[in-house]
């Protein structure tokens, strides 16, 4: 299920965090209603722009708790303009945290995020199914080891959901997807 908050209700331009902050409760009150494997959007769509007092508030405080308080759901940001994502990716870049964006239909992280974390998520987004490590240690040529610590690392920032799975032969493994 996808749930959708727009933030230009709050006013087309957002400043400092107690504005952040209020926002914030609003937000965990909608990730707490929410299943496993369900979706909360940010909507950026007719915010002109926002500060970064008001980003680190709002999103990198929400990140930063996401997998613990909220598990297996997911946040992700849309519509942001390029002064809303430039704020935004300095704020979670600072914080040391990512976020999903979608830009159309196209989904792309937003933060601090490595290019061998990007490249993976790249590949689960392709699939557009459920993918076991194995295939995508095959298919981006990176050993299984690696390649479980990088789906570790997504898996515990919110981004990519591990689930239990089979594969082919029937035995039990785990596969990773991103968004349901």
């Not at 959007?41 to 002109?48: F, K, S, T, W």
Request: proline share 1%; with cysteine; net charge positive.
């Amino acid at each position: 299920m996808y749930k959708r908050l727009k933030l230009s209700q709050y006013g087309a331009q957002l400043w400092a965090k107690e504005k952040g902050r209020q926002i914030r409760s609003r937000v965990a009150t909608i990730l707490g209603s929410l299943e496993t494997g369900d979706v909360l959007v940010i909507d950026g769509a007719g915010v002109e722009a926002f500060d970064f007092s008001f980003a680190t508030e709002l999103f990198g405080k929400t990140l930063m708790t996401l997998v613990v308080e909220f598990p297996g759901r997911f946040l992700i940001v849309e519509n942001m303009n390029e002064c809303t994502e430039e704020n935004l990716n300095r704020a979670l870049e600072g914080l040391n945290v990512a976020i999903i964006l979608r830009r159309k239909a196209k989904l792309d992280l937003l933060g601090k995020v490595h290019p061998a974390d990007r490249e993976t998520f790249a590949a689960i987004v392709k699939t557009g199914e459920a993918v076991s490590a194995g295939a995508l240690s095959r298919d981006l040529e990176v050993n299984l080891t690696a390649m479980n610590e990088r789906l570790s690392k997504l898996t515990s920032m919110g981004i990519v959901r591990r689930e239990k799975g089979s594969s082919a032969t029937g035995r039990e493994q785990y596969v990773y997807r991103v968004l349901s």
